[in-house]
């Protein structure tokens, strides 16, 4: 199984600061036929489900707002919010599908400062 | 707009069985692949199984903390996914989330609606 690690486990940013998210996985999830990161991002607030934000890890989801953006390749990838708000507060997960059994990371809580 | 509703969850004893639908609406449901992810209490997110399209076969993928005990299986008639639960174990204890796939035929993909869950709780 790919096991996916997000760096930090918790982080506090102040309103309008960018906040950055990590996500390592154990083995590449780039497919070079088709030349895309099978690399996924979710937002989940208190109480709600998780909510997709990031797909083919550099594509934003349906409504999402500009300022959430996603990088990376391979095994290296980042979630960026360039100017948090308070509606930002969250836990958020990467998630891999390159593979079965398609795999999480283990959430960044994401606070205001 | 595109609606998951599960139902179905509450409290089971170990052992039991509880079997969970989810049924969706505003968008053609046999085309997509359809997910099951939990949640424990306080804990990430868990893949449990995933169920392909008749298209594709309609053949199911478990994780292994489940296989052999969960079945899922959907009827596009219907619109609704099910997940059965059996043999289950404290450790099953968790909101239970219907999802929609994207991103592959052959794979669970990404989730791009979610319901808001049912729980399950496993307990004596």
């Known amino acids: 199984d790919i096991v996916m690690t997000q760096s930090p486990d918790s982080l506090a940013v102040s309103l309008g600061e960018r906040a950055t998210i990590n996500c390592k996985s154990s083995?590449?999830?780039?497919?070079?036929?088709?030349?895309?990161?099978?690399l996924a991002w979710y937002q989940q607030k208190s109480g709600q489900p998780p909510k997709l934000l990031i797909y083919w890890a550099s594509i934003r989801g349906s409504g999402v707002p500009a300022r959430f953006s996603g990088s990376g390749s391979g095994t290296d990838f980042t979630l960026t919010i360039s100017s948090l708000q308070s509606e930002d507060v969250a836990v958020y997960y990467c998630q891999q599908y390159y593979s079965s059994p398609v795999t999480f990371g283990q959430g960044t809580r994401l606070e205001i400062k | 707009e595109v609606h998951l509703v599960e139902s179905g969850g509450g409290l089971v004893q170990p052992g039991r069985s509880l079997k969970l639908s989810c049924t969706a609406s505003g968008f053609t449901f046999g085309d997509y692949p359809m997910s099951w992810v939990r949640q424990a209490p306080g804990k990430g997110l868990e893949w449990v199984g995933f169920?392909?399209?008749?298209?594709?076969?309609?053949?199911?993928e478990y994780a292994a903390s489940v296989k052999g005990r969960f079945t899922i299986s959907r009827d596009d008639s219907k619109s609704i996914a099910y997940l059965q639960m059996n043999s289950l174990k404290t450790e099953d204890t968790a909101v239970y989330y219907c999802?929609?796939?994207?991103?592959?035929?052959?794979?669970?993909?990404?989730?791009?609606?979610w319901g808001q869950g049912t729980l399950v709780t496993v307990s004596s």
């Open positions: 083995q590449s999830v780039f497919y070079s036929s088709n030349n895309e990161n099978y």
């Open positions: 999802t929609k796939g994207r991103g592959g035929v052959h794979i669970p993909g990404y989730f791009d609606y």
């Open positions: 169920i392909k399209s008749k298209a594709y076969g309609g053949t199911t």
